[in-house]
């Protein structure tokens, strides 16, 4: 993309958001001059990988024009070879989107590191599309995240349609909390590290350390994207679909960035729209992920036996619970 062009499509975008034209244009230039990154106090870009969602999509561009942020901000999304027209409709109807539409289904993963590779922000903002803002929260979460300069990320409160708070947040997959999940031990001590995986106790209506929300709605710090490898490419795509923002946090949190949750940033979440479209898929998908996510960090020498139960227990319940067998995602 052109210069001229990039700096005609964030015009128009300026207009729809009430910023200063000329303001905004020159963040752009200052952000050329320093290698694509932009440095100047805070940007945002908010990147969106979409598979099949074009209404829920619309939606969640629309409430992103009608609740924007009040710093210099872009969109990124990237469409996973959809088949309902959404690659048209954004290109059509949402004009200062910058849009990549992948000729193939490459995951989610993938997807979001073609968006962070082309992303200039200093904040870098992974959203679901079947998301929808009804306040100031992008505000809101660059002020909080502003705020605490020792947090890598910050996750969001996500509400359901209903106005309930979904749980949202989990701890990192250990062997004793993915244990107490298969057993039940879990929901009988849910005060113990039995429950350390689903965390039943998390009190949503307090802002504290989180480690690791779902992957719906997480802001990053590019400074702490860094600090585990390229920020052009910060998903493993080992996980193609879950855990891969999971396995990011962990990395991160080793790296001494953990996450923050605060419940004064909220996002409407309709949930699970692109992956139910493949229910069966996606069930083994998950529970392959997991797998996944034990082997990467979890294993050593001298838990490996147990680990190989835990294994098989995981495939037993993605059996159980798909009715059946599935290869899962494949590109």
């Known amino acids: 993309m052109g210069y001229r062009t990039l700096t005609l499509r964030r015009s128009r975008q300026v207009k729809r958001s009430n910023l ?31 598979w099949n969602t074009r209404e829920l999509l619309r939606a969640c561009l629309q409430s992103i024009l009608d609740h924007p942020p009040t710093c210099p901000y872009e969109v990124i999304v990237v469409d996973n070879a959809s088949t309902d027209s959404s690659a048209e409709m954004v290109q059509k109807d949402f004009l200062s989107v910058r849009l990549h539409a992948s000729r193939q289904n490459l995951g989610y993963a993938a997807g979001n590191n073609q968006a962070f590779a082309l992303a200039t922000g200093n904040l ?34 996500q509400i359901s349609l209903d106005g309930s708070t979904q749980s949202s947040v989990r701890g990192f997959p250990t062997i004793l909390g993915i244990a107490g999940e298969l ?39 590019r ?26 946090l962990f990395r991160l949190a080793k790296a001494g960035w953990p996450c923050l949750y605060s419940p004064r940033v909220r996002v ?31 294993w050593r020498w001298w838990n490996a036996p147990i680990l190989l139960v835990v294994f098989g227990l995981v495939y037993v319940g993605a059996f159980v619970r798909a009715k059946g067998y599935d290869a899962g995602f494949r590109s």
């Open 20 to 50: 200063d034209p000329p303001k905004l244009l020159i963040y752009r230039i200052e952000v050329r001059k320093n290698a694509g990154v932009y440095t100047r106090g805070p940007m945002l870009s908010i990147l969106i990988v979409n």
């Open 268 to 298: 409407i979440h309709h949930g699970g729209e692109g992956t139910k479209q493949v229910r069966k898929s996606m069930i083994w998908e998950s529970h392959r992920s997991l797998v996944r996510f034990l082997r990467k960090h979890r």
């Open 183 to 221: 057993t039940g031990l879990s929901r009988a001590f849910p005060a113990s590290v039995f429950a350390d995986y689903r965390l039943p106790a998390f009190d949503y209506d307090l802002e504290q350390p989180a480690p690791q929300p779902m992957g719906t709605f997480l802001l990053f710090r």
């Open 124 to 157: 870098l903002l992974t959203l679901n599309p079947d998301t929808e803002f009804d306040d100031n929260s992008l505000d809101r979460a660059i002020e909080v995240l502003e705020a605490n300069p020792s947090y890598g990320t910050l996750g969001a409160r």
């Open 223 to 248: 400074e702490a994207l860094q600090s585990v490898g390229d920020p052009a490419h910060p998903f493993d795509e080992y996980f193609p679909i879950f855990f891969n923002e999971v396995d990011l």
